[in-house]
Nanobody
Framework: QVQLVESGGGLVHTGGSLRLSCAAS????????SSWYRQAPGKQRELVAS???????NYADSVKGRCTISRDNAKNTVYLEMNSLKPEDAAVYYC???????????????WGQGTQVTVSS
C-alpha cells in the first residue's frame, strides 16, 4: 500500500557530503514519524535520525552536528543531509516511515530498500 524509494547514496571521500532522499507513495493519509537507520556489515541496524510530523528531530550522538533530517510533507519525502562524512559512517541506509494509510485502521511501519553509503579514507 505504501512504497518507499530511496536515492542519494554513493561513494564519497572522508569529509564529503551526501544527501539521501526517501520518497513515499501510495495510499498515504499521514506520515507520523520519518526516520533513517543504517546498518554496517556485521553490526546491528541503528537509528541515525528521526523527525516527527511536527518537525521535532532526534539524532544519534555519532552524527549530531553533521547530519540534518528534514521532510517535505507535500512530497511525502524525507531527506538526510550528511556532512563531514567519516569512514565509520559507511553503511546501508534505510528510511523508515510510520504511516497512517487511507485504508488501514492503524498506523503501519514501512521500510525502504536501502541505499549504500561508502566513505573512502
Amino acid at each position: 500500500q505504501v512504497q518507499l524509494v530511496e536515492s542519494g547514496g554513493g561513494l564519497v571521500h572522508t569529509g564529503g557530503s551526501l544527501r539521501l532522499s526517501c520518497a513515499a507513495s501510495g495510499s498515504i493519509f499521514s506520515i507520523y514519524v520519518s526516520s533513517w537507520y543504517r546498518q554496517a556489515p556485521g553490526k546491528q541496524r541503528e537509528l541515525v535520525a528521526s523527525i516527527t510530523s511536527g518537525g521535532i528531530s532526534n539524532y544519534a550522538d555519532s552524527v549530531k552536528g553533521r547530519c540534518t533530517i528534514s521532510r517535505d510533507n507535500a512530497k511525502n519525502t524525507v531527506y538526510l543531509e550528511m556532512n563531514s562524512l567519516k569512514p565509520e559512517d559507511a553503511a546501508v541506509y534505510y528510511c523508515n516511515l510510520v504511516v497512517q494509510t487511507r485504508t488501514l485502521t492503524r498506523p503501519s511501519e514501512y521500510w525502504g530498500q536501502g541505499t549504500q553509503v561508502t566513505v573512502s579514507s
